[in-house]
């Protein structure tokens, strides 16, 4: 589904692979557009959106494990965090966001 630009719903069990699920696609993806030059590192690429804080930062986290050998950079955005330390995150230029809505469009205002 990923592949041809369609959105996917899942559910299933804690621990079930959800998360792989759908960043497997994300960077076998992203790494296509890599070796095609139609993207660089560094260039914001791709935005999950979750409900949750902890959602979040354990969706970056296993992302991140995925991505290890990569030069693929990924940032959290969520609420209950510094701002200034998200805003030094994006400014690094990941390729990947995971964020809470909230959060990310209030950053959105700012940049504005």
Not at 43 to 59: D, G, H, K, M, N
Not at 77 to 106: C, H, N, W, Y
Request: net charge neutral; glycine share 6%; with cysteine.
């Amino acid at each position: 589904a990923i592949h041809d630009n369609l959105d996917i719903i899942g559910a299933a069990e804690t621990g079930s692979g959800k998360t792989l699920a759908f960043a497997i696609p994300i960077l076998t993806h992203m790494i296509t557009l890599l070796e095609k030059n139609e993207i660089s590192y560094g260039q914001f690429t791709t935005l999950i959106l979750t409900p949750t804080r902890e959602l979040a930062v354990q969706i970056k986290s296993h992302i991140q494990i995925a991505c290890r050998y990569t030069k693929f950079k990924t940032a959290v955005v969520v609420g209950g965090m510094s701002t200034q330390k998200q805003e030094r995150q994006l400014s690094q230029k990941p390729d990947i966001v995971v964020a809470t809505p909230g959060r990310f469009f209030e950053l959105l205002e700012e940049v504005k």
